[in-house]
């Protein structure tokens, strides 16, 4: 969430740069924030005052007592502080309770470096990598390729959970696990990232400190009963919340995860969207990057976790371009977001395959994760960042249209092959 301080004192300004934004005006939530923190500024000194009151009318009994006075209208008056002390508390309570409620659903501001606009086609492209393959026959989409070859299946998948689901078979099941350790493999021994296996259900309170909670709740998958347990949307959750609570030492900044996880969404309010092979999936495979970084360094970090994201596509020779989203098309937790987007030359056009992104300390503030620079001192917020390395789905995706042959056999990009037990080709099932 938002520095609260920082919205009173800058009220305006932040009304100005969440209008820029898209997913609606804030100005409401603005306008009860304020009157909530007024509320709140006045009953503070009041409360702290008849407390001070109160503690001070220890010292008026026993000087009464000493001069031989009547203590009982002090012991009336300190009884009836003491029951507007109680109220006093409790309307502060409220007032504290409405106003988190009121900053969760506010969402970051834009960084000054993000283009301003109201929709994706205002999103700018700062780089292109690779050049798409001209093929000498028409290109097919994923959704015909692999069926023909035997490793992908809708209708069993439909049969058994409904839609938005596939089942991979054979080298497609392979060749999806091929590109997990792939991944993995590169950020850890290339990168520098440590590799985190984390639960794959996650509580409200991890769901809230990451933003997922309460504003979209309709995404989320919501484990049945009495349980307060979520399916998660992506690994980002579970492991930004690895330090909930806690202070870090600052001479340890940055830190680095990765993590392969299955991933659920809903997809809320999407229907109609993709609904064709495996773009917009109800469960997902991803591999996640997630940093921790010191408000100073961490945009610095953005264009390194960007890098390292975009190093996947350039090893496995899928062209792609990177794009600044502009301020209405970023994520409700983010300050700035690329998104790298890979070529279908079935489409003709490049799809999101990752999207990475700054959230400087909103989710930090939501789940208290603070540091100190030289590990003393005083505490500031993290700044945290994450970012697909990649969606794995689209990488098959990718692979599989750009490295079509025209007898309907795929090849196995060169770096993948060692982890595809060395295969070289995936041919139709005969």
Not at 17 to 30: F, I, K, N, P
Not at 142 to 169: C, N, Q, Y
Not at 173 to 188: C, D, G, K, P, W
Not at 208 to 233: M, N, S, V
């Amino acid at each position: 969430m938002l520095d609260p301080t920082y919205v009173r004192d800058n009220i305006d300004l932040v009304r100005q740069r969440l209008a820029t934004r898209g997913g609606g005006d804030y100005s409401t939530e603005l306008e009860h924030f304020a009157a909530l923190e007024a509320q709140r500024r006045r009953l503070i000194p009041q409360l702290e005052g008849l407390k001070r009151e109160q503690n001070a009318a220890g010292d008026e009994v026993a000087r009464a007592k000493r001069q031989g006075l009547d203590a009982r209208p002090i012991f009336e008056a300190n009884k009836a502080r003491g029951q507007k002390i109680k109220q006093l508390d409790i309307e502060l309570d409220g007032v504290e309770l409405q106003r988190g409620r009121v900053q969760a659903t506010i969402p970051n501001l834009p960084h000054e470096s993000v283009p301003v606009g109201s929709s994706s086609a205002d999103n700018v492209v700062v780089r292109t990598w690779g050049e798409p393959r001209v093929f000498d026959f028409e290109p097919r989409p994923h959704w015909d390729i692999g069926p023909a070859l035997g490793v992908l299946d809708f209708e069993r998948a439909t049969k058994i959970s409904g839609s938005r689901f596939a089942i991979l078979m054979g080298a497609g099941a392979a060749l999806e696990r091929a590109l997990i350790n792939f991944m993995l493999s590169l950020h850890v021994g290339q990168h520098g990232y440590t590799e985190v296996q984390p639960p794959f259900l996650v509580s409200s309170s991890t769901l809230y400190g990451t933003g997922q909670l309460p504003k979209f709740e309709q995404d989320l998958f919501k484990i049945a009963g009495e349980w307060d347990l979520f399916l998660i949307p992506t690994a980002e959750v579970p492991v930004t919340n690895l330090y909930r609570g806690e202070i870090l030492d600052g001479r340890t900044l940055p830190l680095k995860y990765t993590a392969y996880t299955p991933c659920f969404r809903s997809e809320a309010g999407s229907y109609g969207a993709d609904v064709r092979g495996l773009i917009r999936q109800h469960q997902f495979d991803k591999v996640e990057l997630v940093k921790f970084a010191s408000a100073e360094t961490s945009y610095d970090e953005l264009e390194g976790l960007t890098a390292d994201a975009e190093r996947v596509l350039q090893i496995l020779g899928l062209p792609y371009r990177t794009v600044v989203l502009c301020t209405a098309d970023m994520g409700f937790s983010a300050a700035k977001t690329y998104d790298i987007e890979v070529w279908l030359p079935s489409q003709k056009t490049y799809r999101e395959i990752s999207s990475c992104s700054n959230c400087e300390a909103f989710q930090a503030r939501r789940a208290n994760i603070r540091y100190k620079a030289q590990g003393i001192g005083k505490t500031e917020f993290v700044h945290t960042l994450n970012g697909s390395g990649l969606a794995v789905g689209r990488t098959w995706i990718a692979i599989l249209e750009n490295y079509q042959q025209a007898d309907g056999s795929v090849i196995v990009p060169e770096a993948l092959r060692p982890f595809f037990n060395g295969r070289e080709v995936i041919e139709p099932v005969k």
